[in-house]
């Protein structure tokens, strides 16, 4: 029997295999008995997770997402070889202005049981002499966080899941709709496909496949299109090898020194969420200016800097929602009632990526999960967005 023609009663479609969707398919074969099915249209990791700078942190200013990227560090620390993770600790700076709320944000970490201290200035020049600080500025440090290899991750996932059973299939999914009670995707070469489940983990395509699916604008998801530029610098010699990544919010932006040699650095700027592009045609190539400003900024955090030689730049896109938190929900207030979404991970998605596999799986199987509530679709109509302790600064949670 042609694989198209088979019994959907059971079966579970997962839509997109980045590092969510292909966490989603690993989770959801070991939660069901049922038939899963993993679909991209360009492969395992070929979307924005292979673009992602993999930061997996922890220093997130509310508790469920703490919880979570405690968690999913975890799973990190236990699969680091596989993963490539790179404990090199994180240093976060904040502005005068936010000292206190860093502090108090600490003592929240702190209660979960995540190792996160503040650190005074001098004490904090002392330990990097790299980095230069103001002396008003605030300054934490959280030993075992640092940075993992996102095509390795997407992959580990979907190599797992393909070891438990998990069917996939490099397709574009054109259209989905629900008829007769089952969810029913269409594939671009025609072929249809039925399952009692589908579960949207298309990021930054997510509107385009609604729309190509016959919803109007106003019925779309809350979500922007956003890019963001990363500048890759080779460092010069003396701020080499293995070193923190700097969370820094005194600036707006984050440095992550990658490997031996080389510095990605890419920026926390909420004006740059508002924008809303087309996922297919981003923008050409990382403006002059843009990173003749970058190159300033990161040479005042790490006057080293100053020396240090260009690589290349590139654009990446977020799925920002307004509250820059994702939406993990049914999408049956679209009229899909077999339909679920994890979308709208605005940026910071790739180190929550084992907790939101788990969290998916709860939704579909009916599993109680507080985080669930959380991360409703429906907080925004209710105007209850997420709480955001460093209002105005992206991505940071
Ligand atoms: C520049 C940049 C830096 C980042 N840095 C960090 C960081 O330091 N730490 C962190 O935690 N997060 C970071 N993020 C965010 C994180 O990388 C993403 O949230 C996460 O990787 C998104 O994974 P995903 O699987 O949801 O999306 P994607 O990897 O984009 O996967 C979606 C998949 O869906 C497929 N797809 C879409 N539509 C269809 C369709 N119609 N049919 C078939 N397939 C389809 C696509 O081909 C794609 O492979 C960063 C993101 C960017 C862009």
């Known amino acids: 029997m042609s694989y198209y023609k088979m019994s959907a009663r059971d079966r579970i479609i997962v839509i997109g295999a980045g590092s969510t969707g292909s966490s989603v398919a690993y989770n959801l074969k070991r939660a069901t008995h049922s038939e899963v099915v ?3 249209k360009g492969g395992v990791a070929s979307g924005m997770t292979s673009f992602s700078t993999a930061i997996v942190r922890t220093h997130y200013s509310n508790e469920v997402v703490a919880k979570m990227a405690f968690e999913s560090r975890k799973f990190f620390e236990a699969n680091r070889e596989t993963l490539r993770f790179y404990k090199t600790g994180m240093v976060t700076v904040v502005p005068s202005a936010l000292r206190k709320r860093m502090e108090d944000n600490v003592d929240m970490l702190r209660r979960l049981g995540i190792r996160e201290e503040i650190l005074e200035v001098k004490e904090a020049s002392k330990m990097f002499p790299w980095l230069n ?32 059973g998990v069917k996939f299939l490099r397709e574009e999914v054109h259209r989905i709709e629900n008829t007769q009670g089952q969810a029913k995707i269409v594939l671009r070469n025609g072929k249809e496909i039925s399952g009692a489940s589908v579960i949207l983990c298309t990021n930054i395509w997510t509107n385009k496949l609604l729309s190509q699916s016959g919803f109007a604008k106003g019925d779309l998801l809350p979500l922007k299109v956003s890019p963001h530029p990363v500048v890759i ?12 990544v700097v969370n820094d919010l005194a600036n707006r932006d984050y440095y992550k020194p990658e490997g031996e040699s080389l510095l ?3 920026n926390l700027r909420s004006e740059l969420d508002e924008a809303d592009v087309d996922p297919d045609k981003p923008p050409p190539q990382v403006p002059f200016n843009y990173i003749a400003d970058y190159s300033q900024r990161i040479s005042n955090r790490i006057p080293a800097m100053g020396n240090a030689g260009f690589h290349s730049a590139y654009y ?4 920002n929602t307004p509250d820059l938190h994702p939406i993990i929900d049914s999408l049956a ?6 339909f679920y979404c994890c979308v709208g991970l605005s940026g910071h998605g790739f180190k929550l990526a084992p907790s939101l596999g788990e969290i998916v799986s709860h939704l579909v199987t009916g599993e109680e999960d507080p985080a669930l509530e959380y991360f409703r679709l429906s907080r925004f109509k209710e105007g209850k967005s997420i709480f955001k302790g460093y209002e105005g ?5």
């Open 38 to 40: 993993l679909i991209d």
């Open 133 to 164: 600080f103001d002396a008003d500025e605030g300054v934490s440090y959280e030993p075992d966080s640092g940075y993992a290899d996102p095509v390795s991750t997407a992959n580990f996932f979907a190599r797992k899941a393909m070891d438990l």
């Open 233 to 244: 610098y080779k460092r010069p010699n003396g701020i080499t090898g293995l070193r923190p």
């Open 264 to 266: 990605l650095g890419g």
């Open 316 to 319: 990446g896109m977020y799925d």
């Open 333 to 338: 207030s679209l009229g899909l009632p077999n």
């Open 393 to 397: 600064i992206g991505t940071v949670g």
